[in-house]
């Protein structure tokens, strides 16, 4: 079992939001904490919400339960609120906080084995920090063992010389923890009851303490404002794009990537400088993303080309060329063999495969068959000003260039449209189709009313 503490303001933050809910790679701080346990094989979390709860609610819905604190009165009282889960309880609990994402399965795996295997009451996960300000220090004895764990705000002098910080982990014997929290106090320059209090009461009752010291301290970096909230993604960042580069995924330039969380992405895919692949996207192999190309929850095929583009909610089949400068909006489902080629907009549209749509076109609400082609500056008129209406294009189909469809409107198979027409209505199968008035060519008129466009000089 695990207690995740995130009931706290962040008044650091600076933020309307819950401290907990702002996201590193696509998922919230309290998600990247309560996996980590999840991954671990730790099946029931506890999440102390209070400030902002409806926020930490929302992104954990059923997963977890959840204790209520309802003031803020420090970490000791946070896990107190936990207690009716904990009461009656055998064997150990885990306590993590929900500002602390970058925290391992294997780090809390390794800590619990410790904890168990040295029969300790109490756990802490500590780390030696260069510059130790603002964390509480492990005070331990002449013969190495924990004494204490002291505030930074309460520490002397020389207890603020100590290096060695309390990561705000723990591995607690479930029973000793309930009854050292019923004897914690708030007689501190904070005023508030502390968890890390627990530890010294454990040992004046004879229980047994320890500490995993961990050599990666970024592992426990605390977030408390927007600076370590960026060092904290740059780590998780790099983690992600290092096991793509592992899986065979050529980066040409990691610092300029950002991939979020559970992207999956085939052998031999290359990405270019300033793409970003946002989270639940999955992209086949052999393909070419960026530069500058945004993708977000949709499927890419494989040997497809993504060039300078956005892509949102959609899905793009093999060997297909997007862009440069495409936009496909939520709902696109863009076949194999395809081009959507410079300021193409589609959205909510079925493109069939070996179509061509090369330049200027918008596609909303349509139905566009297989090997088609559509002209520079076709578009869709979907919109009537009160509803959107729907357009099919058949097969093997030809709209010329500059074409309006008023949708509703359907171009059937091997039709043709002739360029600069505004269609209306159905064109038949195997048909040319031409809306547009006749040219008229007025023999002689320009000498005849003086209007030559002679250069002055
Ligand atoms: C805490 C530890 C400190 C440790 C540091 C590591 C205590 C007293 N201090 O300090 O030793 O070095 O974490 O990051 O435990 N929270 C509640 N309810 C509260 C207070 C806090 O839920 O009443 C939650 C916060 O939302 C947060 C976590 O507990 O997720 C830690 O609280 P925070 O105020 O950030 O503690 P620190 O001062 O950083
Ligand atoms: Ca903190």
Redesign the pocket.
């Known amino acids: 079992m695990a207690v995740v503490?995130?009931?706290?303001e962040?008044k650091r933050m600076k933020s309307k939001n819950s401290?907990?809910v702002h996201k590193i790679c696509g998922k919230t701080l309290v998600e990247w904490v309560v996996d980590a346990a999840g991954s671990c094989g730790i099946k029931e979390s506890v999440i102390?919400v209070?400030h902002r709860q409806d926020q930490v609610r929302e992104c954990l819905k059923e997963r977890v339960s959840y204790a209520v604190?309802e003031k803020?009165?420090?970490?000791g009282?946070?896990v107190m609120q936990a207690g009716e889960y904990l009461e009656g309880k055998e064997g150990h609990v885990i306590i993590l906080?929900?500002?602390?994402p970058l925290i391992t399965s294997d780090t809390i795996e390794k800590t619990i084995k410790y904890h168990i295997e040295n029969k300790y009451s109490a756990t802490v996960i500590t780390a030696d920090f260069e510059n130790p300000a603002g964390?509480?220090r492990i005070v331990r004895d002449e013969n190495n063992n924990v004494l204490k764990?002291v505030?930074d705000k309460d520490a002397s002098v020389e207890e603020k010389c100590i290096k060695e910080?309390?990561?705000?982990i723990y591995c607690f014997n479930i029973k000793e923890l309930i009854r050292s929290l019923k004897e914690l106090n708030n007689n501190n320059v904070q005023g508030?009851y502390?968890?890390?209090d627990t530890l010294e009461i454990i040992l004046g009752k004879g229980g047994k303490v320890g500490a995993v010291k961990i050599s990666d301290p970024d592992e426990i970096l605390?977030i408390?404002d927007r600076v370590q909230l960026s060092r904290a993604g740059e780590i998780i960042r790099s983690r992600i794009l290092e096991m793509h580069m592992k899986a065979g995924v050529t980066l040409i330039d990691p610092k300029s990537t950002c991939i979020d969380h559970s992207v999956k992405i085939g052998m031999d895919t290359v990405i270019y400088p300033g793409s970003y692949i946002e989270a639940g996207s999955i992209i086949g192999e052999d393909s070419i993303i960026g530069p500058n190309s945004r993708i977000v929850r949709s499927t890419i095929g494989n040997g497809t080309e993504i060039n300078n583009s956005v892509i949102i909610e959609s899905t793009v089949g093999d060997n297909t060329h997007i862009g440069p400068f495409a936009y496909l909006r939520p709902g696109s489902k863009i076949g194999n063999n395809v081009k959507i080629g410079d300021f193409v907009e589609v959205k909510k549209s079925i493109i069939g495969d070996d179509t061509k749509v090369s330049h200027l076109t918008y596609i909303g609400d349509a139905e566009v068959g297989s090997n088609v082609n559509l002209g520079c500056g076709v578009v869709v008129v979907n919109y009537d000003g009160k509803n959107k209406n729907k357009t099919v294009i058949g097969d093997n189909a030809f709209v010329g260039c500059n074409v309006n469809l008023i949708s509703p409107v359907t171009v059937k198979d091997n039709a043709y449209v002739a360029a600069g027409s505004t269609i209306t209505e159905e064109v038949p199968e195997n048909s040319l189709a031409i809306a547009r008035s006749r040219q008229v060519n007025k023999e002689g008129w320009v000498t005849k009313k003086g209007m030559q466009r002679v250069k002055k000089k």
Not at 72 to 75: A, D, E, I, M, R
């Open positions: 503490l995130a009931a706290g962040g401290k907990v102390v209070g604190q803020q009165l420090g970490t009282h946070a906080c929900g500002d602390t964390y509480g764990i505030e910080i309390n990561s705000g508030e502390y968890l890390t605390g408390n």
